[in-house]
C-alpha cells in the first residue's frame, strides 16, 4: 500500500530534549510538509521541501529543523528551543510543489512535560 | 492567499444532504478553491478542489458561484462516518507552500 507513515503515534518526552519526528512515504512524491496543530485550531506550515536536499522555512520554523538526505523521508527534529512543543505534528506529501493536492500522515501527537 | 470564512459547526442529519458554505469574498483570478476534512486526531485528507466551474467527485460536489466570491461543498448522503471538520482553502495553483488552514467548519452527521 503506498502512503505516508509518522511514528509514533503518541510521543512524550521531558522538557529541554530534542525529539526527532519520523515522516517516510513511499508514493514518490517530490515534496513534503510539517504542519503544526493545536487543540481547535487549524494547520501552521513549519516546514517543507520541495526536492532532496533542499527546504524551505514556512510559518513557525523557529524551535524545529529538518533534513531530505532521501527522498522518501523527511524527518522534523522538535528541539528545546521550541518554547510551546507540545501539539499535534503532521506531515504530507505532494507530486511537486506546484499544483497537487496534499496527503497527510496519521500524525504524531507530541507531549512535553 | 485569499481569506475564507466558514460557520463554526454544523449539524446534518444522516442520509441527508449536508451543505458547507464558505465565504473567499477577496479571491483572485488565479486561486483554487480546496476543501479537505480531518476527522478527530487524524491527518486531513483532500476531498475536492476548483477554479471556476462546479466540480464533483466520489465524495462530493463543489459548487462555485459565478463571481467566485463563495463557495459550498455538498456530501449529497451524509453517514456518521462523515462528522469531522472541514476547511475550506484558497490558494494559487502553482504554489502548494501556501496551504492556509482556518479553524474549518466542525460538522455533526446526527442519526
Known amino acids: 500500500d503506498g502512503g505516508i507513515t509518522q511514528s509514533p503515534k503518541y510521543l512524550f518526552r521531558k522538557e529541554g530534549q530534542n525529539v526527532t519526528l519520523s515522516c517516510e512515504q513511499n508514493?514518490?512524491?517530490?515534496?513534503m510538509y510539517w504542519y503544526r496543530q493545536d487543540p481547535g485550531q487549524g494547520l501552521r506550515l513549519i516546514y517543507y521541501s520541495q526536492i532532496v536536499n533542499d527546504f524551505q522555512k514556512g510559518d513557525i520554523a523557529e524551535g524545529y529543523s529538518v533534513s531530505r538526505e532521501k527522498k522518501e523521508s523527511f524527518p522534523l527534529t522538535v528541539t528545546s528551543a521550541q518554547k510551546n512543543p507540545t501539539a499535534f505534528y503532521l506531515c504530507?506529501?505532494?507530486?511537486?510543489?506546484?499544483?497537487?493536492?496534499?496527503?497527510f500522515g496519521p500524525g504524531t501527537r507530541l507531549t512535553v512535560t | 492567499d485569499a481569506k475564507t470564512t466558514q460557520p463554526t459547526s454544523m449539524d446534518c442529519a444522516e442520509g441527508r444532504a449536508a451543505n458547507l458554505p464558505c465565504n473567499h469574498s477577496?479571491?483572485?483570478?488565479?486561486?483554487?478553491v480546496y476543501w479537505y476534512r480531518q476527522i478527530h486526531s487524524q491527518g486531513p485528507q483532500y476531498i475536492i478542489h476548483?477554479?471556476?466551474n462546479n466540480e464533483t467527485n466520489e465524495m462530493a460536489s463543489l459548487i462555485i458561484t459565478e463571481d467566485r466570491k463563495s463557495s459550498t461543498l455538498i456530501l449529497p448522503h451524509a453517514t456518521l462516518r462523515d462528522t469531522a471538520v472541514y476547511y475550506c482553502?484558497?490558494?494559487?495553483?502553482?504554489?502548494?507552500?501556501?496551504?492556509?488552514f482556518g479553524a474549518g467548519t466542525r460538522l455533526t452527521v446526527k442519526p
Open positions: 508514493l514518490n512524491h517530490d515534496a
Open positions: 504530507a506529501s505532494s507530486i511537486d510543489g506546484v499544483g497537487y493536492e496534499q496527503y
Open positions: 477577496t479571491i483572485s483570478g488565479n486561486e483554487y
Open positions: 482553502i484558497v490558494r494559487v495553483s502553482y504554489n502548494n507552500n501556501d496551504m492556509r
Open positions: 476548483g477554479l471556476k
